[in-house]
């Protein structure tokens, strides 16, 4: 098992439909836990068993958020590397890193629709970047 910090944590739903008479209901479901830390790692957790699911994830610093698109296919991380980077989940790789912030990136959130992250950094910035 992979030995990781967890300063932060976000998961990943996957959305479970509930038949009745009337109409189907929506219904969240947890599969996959992320934590990230001062470690400079990223870990994938399955929610159901607790174990890792890939090696952890590397960052050059520390790592600060986390978050996954809404389809839970692609995970973005940011740290004190001044880096943001996109990770595939099925495979573990890194599938692209953007850079432009001029200090430590502390938030991170995809749009609901996945095509684009929203990121917050100590340089008293807001960027907004397309995913690719």
């Excluded at 932060?8 to 990230?36: D, K």
């Excluded at 980077?85 to 502390?106: A, C, F, M, N, P």
């Amino acid at each position: 098992m992979p030995k990781c910090s967890s300063i932060s944590l976000a998961v990943a739903l996957t959305l479970s439909a509930i038949f009745s008479e009337a109409s189907p209901i929506l219904i969240p479901t947890v599969r996959t836990i992320v934590s990230v830390g001062y470690d400079k790692t990223v870990c994938l957790w399955d929610a159901s068993t607790g174990e890792a699911i890939l090696p952890p994830l590397k960052h050059d610093k520390p790592v600060f958020c986390a978050a996954f698109s809404p389809d839970a296919a692609r995970l973005v991380t940011a740290s004190g590397d001044n880096i943001i980077r996109l990770w595939d989940i099925s495979t573990g790789q890194e599938v692209v890193d953007l850079r432009g912030h001029q200090s430590y990136v502390k938030s991170i959130a995809f749009t609901l629709d996945g095509k684009r992250l929203i990121s917050g950094s100590g340089d008293f910035t807001v960027r907004v970047w397309n995913a690719p």
